[in-house]
Structure formats: C-alpha cells, structure tokens
C-alpha cells in the first residue's frame, strides 16, 4: 500500500456570516495523484489553488460533501484550474447548480457528476473512500470513509467544539440523528470535520453531540407541555441570555427543526391562536395514532 498524504487546509473567507473558517482536504498519494474534499468559498481559492501546486499534486477530482457555499462555491474555479469534474450526491445537484447560478457561475461549462451515491468508491492508486450517506445537515450531505486506516471526512455533520446547523430548509433532524450513529458504527479512530480541529477517537463527541440534541428536544417538549407556545417564545425561553439577539433568526431555525421532528413523530401538534391566529405548538397528551 503507498502512502497517503491529508492535508488539512482551513481557510478563512470574509463572504460567510456565520462559519468564518472552513477545512478543504488535500489527500495525495506518493506520485502526486490527489484529490480535494469540499473546495472553500470563492475567496478561498488562491490558497487551495497555491498549496495544491506547491505539493506537486495532479487532482483527479473535487468531491463535495455538501453544497452549502462554504464549501462548494470554490468548487468551479479549482475544477477549471485543475481541469477535473466536480462531484455531489444527487439530492446536491439541483442545490448546487442554483447556487452557482444565483452567483453568475454558469454551470454549463463545469462538469459536475451526481455520483457521489453509497454504492460507489473513490479509488486513488491503491487506496479507497468509501461514500457514507449521512443526510440531516443537507438532504444528500455525505461522509467519505477510508476503512483501512478508519478515518472520516465528515462534512458538516460532526464539527468539534461548534454547532452543526440543523434547521429548515436544508436541515432534518431525525436524519441528522440516525447519520450520527451511522458514523458511530464505523468505530473511526480519527474525524476530519468541515470545520474546526481533526478529532482522534471521536466517537465520544459524537454520542456527545447526539446527546445534547435528545436534551434540548426534552426541554422544549417540557416548555411546552406547560402551556403551548409560539416559536418566538420557545426560542427566547430556550437561549435567553446566551445568545446574540441578531443571532436569535439562527436559533430560531434550530427549535424549527426540533419541533418538526416532534411533530413528525406526533408528539407535538401544531395549532392557531382563535383569537390572534398565531401558531403554537402543543404537547400532545400521548402520542396520537
Ligand atoms: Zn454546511
């Protein structure tokens, strides 16, 4: 077996609000057959692009494991400066392209394949990547494993000492739990995530993550088996003091994300106000069926 070399490059973009720092991955092998995971943002390029050269590397592929722009609006440069196609799930697709629409990048000239699919593998030489289906940050978000060396690229859906994002309209929670204990039963001795540090024996965080979310969906369900309430008042009662006020439309999204799970499993029921007509949430008394 050659060696393979990863490459950890957290770059820093000024063009994203909330996550300033994200990792794109250079795996090369002795030859200087490489491929990247996930691209950074437009004006991450350079680095990505300088680094690449400057390790003698010939990119075979980029490979997305979500299309959100921190990690994917890099893509189309780096994919025309190395000459190599793009590669997404297939429920990436379509939000893919219309982003790179929205930012005038016309996807007609870019060769972007909807292959990333669990069946497949990413072969380099001698080495293999496993494609891991792990939707709940996105719908068609990915995981790639190397089950040689039991080390994940996770994406956005383990991200050590932050918070992944789990909120309409890209975000699923009951997915993003099940994603999580997927990634558990590989047992990986090591995680590199789409943002912050590489993780060894990382599934402790993981079930710590998992853990955390059961805890506030425990919380929300006991604010509102007292009285149904409002998102509004959920979200303030939930992070009052703990957050920014202009970061509240965030959490906002995340207690979203939370009740359609509690909804989806019909323990909770959405309802109007007959007087002011505003929604409120409900606990129900037991789970209807
Ligand atoms: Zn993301």
Redesign the pocket.
């Known amino acids: 077996m050659t060696s393979l070399t990863v490459d950890q490059m957290a770059v820093n973009t000024q063009k994203h609000s909330l996550e300033q720092e994200v990792n794109a991955y250079l795996l090369t092998t002795a030859s200087g057959n490489a491929l990247l995971i996930d691209a950074g943002y437009e004006d991450t390029t350079t680095f990505i692009y300088e680094f690449t050269k400057h390790r003698e590397a010939t990119i075979q592929g980029i490979y997305l494991t979500?299309y959100?722009p921190?990690?994917s609006l890099g893509a189309p440069e780096l994919a025309q400066k190395f000459n190599c196609p793009i590669h997404c799930h297939p429920l990436e697709y379509p939000r893919l392209t219309s982003l790179y629409e929205q930012h005038g990048i016309p996807v007609q000239n870019l060769d972007i394949r909807a292959d990333l699919i669990p069946t497949s593998k990413i072969i380099l030489e001698d080495h293999t990547l496993d494609i891991v289906f792990t939707p709940g940050?996105t719908h068609g978000h990915i995981a790639l494993y190397d089950s040689l060396t039991q080390v994940l690229f996770t994406g956005?859906t383990v991200i050590p000492g932050g918070t992944v994002?789990i909120g309409p309209p890209d975000g699923h929670l009951a997915d993003y739990l099940q994603s999580l204990d997927a990634l558990c039963a590989f047992s990986p001795k090591l995680v590199y995530p789409?943002h912050g540090a590489v993780t060894h024996d990382p599934v402790p965080l993981m079930l710590r993550m998992k853990e955390r979310r059961l805890l506030r969906e425990q919380q929300i369900l006991h604010f509102i088996k007292q009285t149904p309430q409002s998102i509004e008042q959920i979200t303030k009662e939930l992070y009052r003091g703990s957050i920014r006020e202009d970061m509240l439309w965030v959490a906002k999204k995340t207690v979203q994300g939370h009740l359609q799970k509690l909804i989806d499993e019909r323990q909770v029921t959405l309802s109007y106000d007959s007087l002011t007509f505003n929604a409120l949430y409900r606990a129900n008394e037991r789970p209807e069926v």
């Open positions: 979500h959100h921190d990690h940050h956005d994002w789409g």
